[in-house]
């Protein structure tokens, strides 16, 4: 296959097929963001439908009309795998790792330019099976993002027999996507490093985005051979998670969580890594125990293969393997706290200016929080034999997926938007936005930890049926949660509008609008292809903000040591 | 040939980057046929019936089967060893050895299967067998891939150029071998 | 706190609750500390004009301390926790008290079916009474719970006794509890299991000694159906 | 094309491959031979003590893992210590007929020979 496309002469016309075959990173990491995007639109107009159905139940909803009980499952089903395999994983690891780990590695593209864009063909075409599967007879799949067997595996029980098959095969195809980037990802941040970079020059947001994509290349080996087993249930009729014929539905699950634990740590670390880079960048401060925070969040990669029967401690499994992983799940939460600790240590004895990058990084660390604290209720045992399975769980992930794949993208989208296309936001535009959404998003869930603490048991399309739920009081706090989420999606809209008008007629942004250390802020923006005029060389560290005695209170990573600004610093001293 | 970029040229823990993304490749599939020989491993435990099941699985294929792959991949070493010593044609020539070597695999394979069949142990006649086309499919698969990049790669060796892509897919090739090696005696000697 | 919502109708319905008070308490004081802090950070260290932020590279202790103690007193209170939560998770679940009554749940789609020991209180005899959706119960009597599963997973979920089980298709799973008040509370299917998961809504009644021997004179006996086997599952045949 | 350059380490002429190629089919000559004997126990400890010794010839000898950099080693060894996790996690559940709290409920069929 010729390499037109890379070729420099040629890629210069921006001819829409020149565009689609590119193998720049930079394309790539588009391609993936608006595709992320689309993704997160389809998302959400699922938990509206549903929502809107749960708030008022029988009642037709406006847009879809009334929901029976099978499509309210299949919306659950794709509203939470379109959220976190289509919109968490393309924009967090894909979209802001192929644009980020090259430039800010200091070299001009993945060291795979034809695999990376074969990753993403191959990632489109997953999602294009998906939203196929709304349409195929029996509709999308209705047996939950975590497609637990028989349920899953017999057409007899789920009824969606055609969407159950076009689902494994989508995710499955979603997990070589990621595998391909990953591979990708992994080889260009070991080895094509910028001369004079040590490893721990190397920003934070590239460390997590490598280690997430080794999570996830560990992790998800025994879910593609459960998801090959579980297609051969459902096509040719095997039986391995049959027990009629000797098979076992307790091995999907732990052939799920083995990968689904793990998994929850791959779209953490990309986002808790964006949200680092933009604290240090708008307190102006280093980043606080840097090596503290890669160590922790390698233990926290490490502990993460150990937890993860907390998903299956009422679902069958041995009740002594349980208290084990109590145990380690607990432990983990001691890495993670660790790292939130040294965020908030940043801000000590910063210069804070409250732009809207910095004001999404801050209520990630305040919404985290919540998240956090909140599932050291369900990693305890005991309280999980109550709460599993309730909206106290679906409250206490969407305290830690809301932050990861809402809060984190949108900080890295209005943090990077200027080096991505080359134009500020509009400042004004984006704090709307963002206070809307914050508190939007506390609508809705608060009321949700409560209705679940009282009961309230997920996937269930209608209460009325349960008379200690069919309350008033119960049922105000559900509508509540609606009333929440329609005024979340409702501001989204401020938003697109802002990051389409800006794109096109936004002020004209410098090379280096939020005077960072990084080395994509020394490229244009947006870069061209190749990124640098030549490849930069790295003298010192990515957070040598406010140093002592130096008068600009950032020192770019690529400035040798001798650069304009007077006096020479106490920083790293390095020879070029 | 395409302008690749300077980033391939970096080599910044001194492992070349072909070699080192072949590891990473190995270190999925690691997991990968971990996961499903886990599962197969797990299964039999539980069942001990299943042993008059594998009674029916042929072992001299087996063997035959494994013997081809050991030959397979001295012939994917011996390139690489010609492909070390800049001989490009010579790495070519072993590198189809090893391809002829995975179609002997693969047919015998074939015939192996057809017999068994024909004899009624479908893919669907009991977890064993069930265990046993999907292990032994998905691992024939992998014989397929490495074939064609291996094809792929010949051509470019018997130029003397991208030499050094022989001994990746050399690697992967042992790596398909390796887990031959311990699939055998799980569907064949456990009886 | 979950007391207020839902009552405790359980004898380990009140450990529950306390162990989910005693981790509320820890938890909600760290949050708060944590935001707390947070906030007053950034407004105390907002730009202002002319002042340079500080140079703290978070390597030396006398800086790191300010995380490690955090860290530690998080460390702790993990493992208070731990064991209140294991000794919670021993009761409910790895122990199991001697039996006064056994009594069989059988799962299936959308409905779940009851089969009580009848007055001789012995299950697997000729008076053995089945319900369907009702779970007749005596107050303070301690069940033994056989959990059967006819196809999917399901979930015996009664939220008045703090407790939940899978049912798991294959398999026989047991539990117990002990009712402690008498009144009539919901069971939910906590596992996802088609398009009537949410329409196996289920009731618990609990009476008085009295009153269930009132009960079972009335109750109608049914013939006892073979024993549940998924291999007699609707898709079964034998493989 | 990097010429790799092995120092210190010796480099396998052809014959060497060759020998380990040989002993490699002894070795599976004796997996083979070793169902012969009948002693279920000892076939199953040949046959799978004799794979792990030819999985470590091809991946010491034919890829070279002893002179590759330690860290490739860690790697691979960190995906298998993962499966020995993923073992360890899910065999009392999977591998067993009943457990602590369940037991199995479909009808086993019965083993043709008799013994287990």
Do not use: D, K, V
């Given at each position: 296959m010729s390499g037109l496309a890379t070729h420099p002469a040629v890629h210069h016309d921006r001819g829409f097929v020149t565009y689609l075959w590119s193998t720049d990173h930079k394309v790539i990491a588009m391609q993936y963001l608006f595709t992320g995007m689309l993704m997160a639109l389809i998302g959400g107009f699922a938990v509206y439908v549903f929502r809107m159905q749960l708030a008022f139940p029988g009642q037709s909803v406006p847009l879809f009309g009334r929901v029976s009980s099978g499509q309210y499952n299949s919306l659950v089903t794709m509203h939470g795998t379109i959220m976190i395999f289509w919109v968490a994983m393309p924009v967090l690891l894909a979209a802001f790792g192929n644009f980020l780990i090259p430039l800010m590695l200091g070299c001009d593209d993945m060291v795979f330019p034809r695999v990376n864009r074969l990753s993403y063909q191959v990632f489109l075409l997953s999602a294009v099976v998906l939203v196929a599967s709304f349409f195929v007879s029996g509709g999308a799949f209705g047996g939950a993002w975590t497609a637990y067997p028989p349920l899953s595996a017999n057409a007899a029980y789920n009824l969606t027999r055609y969407g159950a098959t076009l689902w494994v095969v989508a995710v499955a195809l979603e997990f070589v996507a990621f595998l391909l980037g990953g591979v990708n990802f992994i080889t260009t941040a070991m080895n094509?490093?910028?001369?004079?970079?040590r490893m721990f020059d190397v920003p934070i947001v590239v460390w997590m985005i490598v280690i997430a994509s080794i999570l996830f290349m560990a992790s998800v080996g025994p879910l593609l051979a459960g998801a090959v087993m579980l297609v051969f249930d459902q096509v040719l009729g095997t039986g391995f998670y049959d027990p009629a014929t000797g098979g076992d539905p307790i091995l999907w699950q732990h052939l799920f969580w083995f990968f689904g634990h793990p998994e929850v740590y791959v779209v953490l670390l990309p986002a808790m890594g964006i949200v680092a880079e933009v604290i240090a960048v708008f307190s102006r401060k280093k980043l606080f125990g840097f090596r503290t925070i890669v160590y922790t969040a390698v233990a926290t990669g490490v502990i993460s293969f150990f937890v993860w029967a907390h998903h299956q401690f009422v679902a069958g499994i041995d009740p002594r393997m349980a208290s084990l992983f109590t145990i380690t799940t607990l432990i983990i939460s001691v890495p993670i706290a660790e790292m939130v600790f040294c965020y908030i240590a940043t801000l000590y004895g910063g210069s804070i200016t409250l732009a809207t990058p910095m004001l999404w990084a801050l209520a990630f660390v305040a919404e985290f929080l919540l998240g956090g604290v909140t599932g050291i209720f369900l990693g305890a045992a005991g309280a999980d034999i109550y709460l599993h399975d309730t909206y106290f769980v679906l409250a206490h992930f969407h305290y830690t997926f809301f932050p990861i794949a809402i809060i984190g993208a949108f900080t890295g989208i209005t943090f990077w938007f200027p080096k991505m296309f080359g134009r500020m936001m509009d400042e004004r535009l984006g704090k709307i936005h963002f206070w809307v959404t914050i508190i939007a998003f506390n609508v809705i869930f608060i009321p949700l930890f409560i209705t679940g603490a009282a009961g309230d048991h997920r996937r269930i399309f209608d209460y009325s049926g349960f008379p200690d739920l069919a309350t008033p009081g119960l049922q105000r706090l559900r509508i509540t949660a609606t009333m929440g989420l329609v005024s979340l999606l409702s501001v989204q809209p401020v938003f697109f509008y802002n990051f389409i008008r800006s794109m096109v007629r936004g002020p004209i942004a410098s090379a280096n609008p939020w005077r960072a250390?990084?080395?994509?802020?020394?490229?244009?923006?947006?870069?061209?292809?190749?990124?640098?005029a030549e490849l930069p060389v790295v003298y010192r560290g990515p957070y040598e903000y406010s140093t002592e005695d130096r008068e600009d209170d950032f020192w770019p990573q690529h400035l040798p040591d001798d650069s304009p600004t007077p006096v020479a610093s106490v920083g790293d001293r390095r020879s070029a | 040939m395409t302008s690749r970029p300077i980033a391939t040229t970096r080599n910044v823990m001194g492992v070349p980057t072909g070699r080192l993304a072949v590891w990473w490749v190995l270190a999925s599939e690691t997991v990968l046929f971990g996961g499903l020989l886990g599962s197969y491993v797990m299964m039999r435990l539980r069942h001990g019936a299943w042993a008059d099941q594998a009674a029916n699985t042929n072992t001299w294929t087996g063997a035959f089967n494994t013997l081809v792959l050991l030959t397979s991949s001295l012939s994917a070493v011996l390139a690489h060893q010609a492909a070390e010593r800049a001989d490009g044609p010579k790495a070519a020539l072993l590198l189809r050895c090893t391809i002829l070597g995975g179609g002997v695999f693969l047919m015998v394979k074939a015939f192996e299967w057809t017999h068994e069949i024909r004899e009624g142990?479908?893919?669907?006649?009991g977890l064993f067998w069930s265990f046993y086309y999907t292990a032994a499919g998905l691992h024939a698969a992998h014989v397929v891939a490495g074939m064609v990049i291996m094809f792929i790669v010949s051509l470019t060796a018997a130029r003397n150029e991208e030499l050094h892509r022989v001994e990746n897919v050399g690697i992967y090739w042992h790596f398909v071998d390796v887990v031959w090696i311990f699939l055998f005696p799980l569907l064949y000697i456990a009886k | 706190m979950i007391s207020w919502y839902v009552t405790q109708a359980s004898s380990y319905a009140a450990d529950v609750d306390d162990l989910f008070l005693l981790i509320a308490l820890i938890v909600g004081a760290f949050f708060l500390a944590a935001e707390v802090v947070l906030f007053s950070l950034i407004v105390k260290f907002r730009a202002r004009p002319g002042v340079k932020a500080r140079y703290l590279a978070g390597e030396k202790t006398s800086e790191t301390r300010w995380v490690s103690y955090p860290h530690y007193l998080v460390l702790v209170f993990d493992i208070i926790i731990v064991a209140a939560a294991l000794r919670v998770w021993f009761d409910v679940k790895i122990d199991l008290p001697p039996a006064e009554e056994r009594v069989r749940i059988i799962a299936q789609q959308w409905a779940w079916t009851f089969v009580h020991a009848g007055p001789d209180g012995q299950l697997d005899t000729a008076d053995d009474i089945r319900t369907v959706n009702v779970l007749n119960l005596q107050v303070s009597r301690l069940y033994h719970f056989e959990l059967h599963s006819k196809d999917t997973l399901h979930s015996f979920s009664v939220p008045a006794f703090r407790l939940k089980q899978d049912a798991v298709p294959g398999r026989s799973i047991v539990g117990w509890f002990r009712p402690t008040v008498t009144g009539e509370f919901d069971i939910q299917c906590a596992e996802l299991c088609g398009i009537g998961h949410g329409l196996m809504a289920a009731r618990v009644r609990i009476r008085s000694a009295a009153a269930q021997a009132a009960w079972m004179e009335t109750a109608p006996r049914m013939p006892q159906l073979a024993a549940v086997t998924p291999a007699v599952t609707a898709r079964g045949g034998e493989r | 094309m990097a010429q790799r350059t092995l120092a210190g380490a010796s480099h396998h002429d052809a014959t060497s491959y060759v020998a380990i190629w040989g002993v490699l089919c002894a070795l599976l000559g004796v997996s083979v031979l070793g169902p012969m004997a009948g002693v279920r126990f000892l076939t199953l400890i040949t046959a799978f003590g004799i794979a792990i010794v030819k999985a470590y010839m091809v991946c010491r000898y034919f890829m070279h893992l002893s002179i590759e950099k330690k860290w490739v080693v860690y790697i691979l060894g960190f995906m298998l210590a993962l499966m020995v996790v993923f073992f360890g996690g899910v065999a009392p559940d999977v591998s067993r007929h009943e457990g602590l709290r369940w037991q199995k409920t479909y009808v086993e069929p019965a083993r043709t020979d008799g013994e287990r």
């Open positions: 094509s490093r910028a001369p004079g970079m250390n990084t080395l994509e802020w020394s490229a244009p923006s947006p870069p061209p292809h190749g990124n640098f | 142990f479908t893919i669907t006649s | - | -």
